[in-house]
């Protein structure tokens, strides 16, 4: 038995794992937890879990987290790499609110397959959806802190996952390693961030400020530079210097934390979106 080890973006080792060796599986999992444990970005938490993705067999991940009570103001994060067609779809149904992963992530701990879990039509549409973007299987672990705080980590991709039952207890054990890990590895990254006073403690400018809500409206940095009468650069800087005082890693992660944390107001402006035409991250 040996596991195929595969370059990630960032040049680490990830691992594919046939159903014949999933015993490796849980060698594969146990040195991405002991680099998880010492991520310090979510740059690094991404490349991770996709090397994870890898070592189950698929192709597509999600860790989506809700902080919990020791952390102010509170957030919800997600880390992904969900094809942008389905997560369009799934913003544009509202389908948080009846998915059924989400349900039953919410009901208990543990590890879960997706399998017969839709029901409805509203359900099996998001089905259909899923399967036409290559996300046919999965499954999901949702892990709860002593905080309150809560973390629910899936995997999916096009083929069937440790379809015998000796596969998938393997396979549950890993992931929940692996969900608890990531879990706290976010939580420990949220800390140190809220830690560092010296950048974090420093007000926004208006023209930071005005720059983060005009990438919110769905403005290219060029549009925005109109208004500003500025250079387009001018205004991803401003964004940068928005991103190092929100205490997020890019410019789109600094639009949507100011606008979970109410730091701008889009009142005055159209729905937000974060289509792939927005430049803010180019």
């Not at 942008?84 to 919410?106: K, L, S, T």
Request: net charge neutral.
């Amino acid at each position: 038995m040996h596991c195929q080890g595969f370059p990630s973006a960032s040049g680490t080792v990830g691992y594919t794992v046939s159903h014949a060796e999933m015993p490796d599986l849980q060698h594969a999992i146990a040195e991405l937890c002991f680099e998880l444990e010492k991520a310090q970005t979510y740059t690094r938490v991404r490349e991770l879990l996709l090397s994870a993705a890898g070592a189950f067999g698929t192709s597509f991940y999600l860790l989506g987290m809700r902080t919990g009570r020791t952390i102010s103001p509170p957030a919800q994060i997600v880390i992904s790499n969900y094809p942008r067609p389905w997560r369009r779809y799934y913003d544009e149904q509202g389908a948080y609110a009846f998915d059924p992963v989400i349900n039953r992530a919410f009901q208990s701990a543990g590890a879960f397959r997706w399998d017969g879990l839709h029901k409805d039509e509203r359900q099996l549409a998001l089905r259909r959806e899923s399967v036409r973007n290559g996300m046919a299987f999965g499954f999901s672990c949702s892990d709860r802190g002593p905080d309150s705080s809560l973390a629910i980590l899936s995997f999916c991709g096009r083929e069937p996952i440790a379809p015998e039952p000796a596969q998938w207890e393997i396979t549950e054990v890993a992931v929940r390693l692996l969900a608890s890990t990531a879990h706290k590895a976010v939580i420990a990254i949220i800390e140190s961030r809220a830690g560092t006073t010296s950048l974090l403690g420093n007000p926004l400018t208006d023209a930071e400020r005005r720059s983060l809500e005009m990438m919110a409206s769905a403005m290219t940095a060029k549009q925005a530079a109109a208004v500003l009468g500025v250079q387009p650069r001018t205004v991803r800087y401003y964004l940068d210097r928005a991103a190092e005082k929100l205490g997020v890693d890019t410019r789109r992660e600094a639009v949507i934390k100011a606008l979970a944390d109410s730091i701008i107001d889009t009142r005055k402006f159209p729905k937000a979106g974060f289509e792939t035409s927005m430049d803010i991250d180019d």
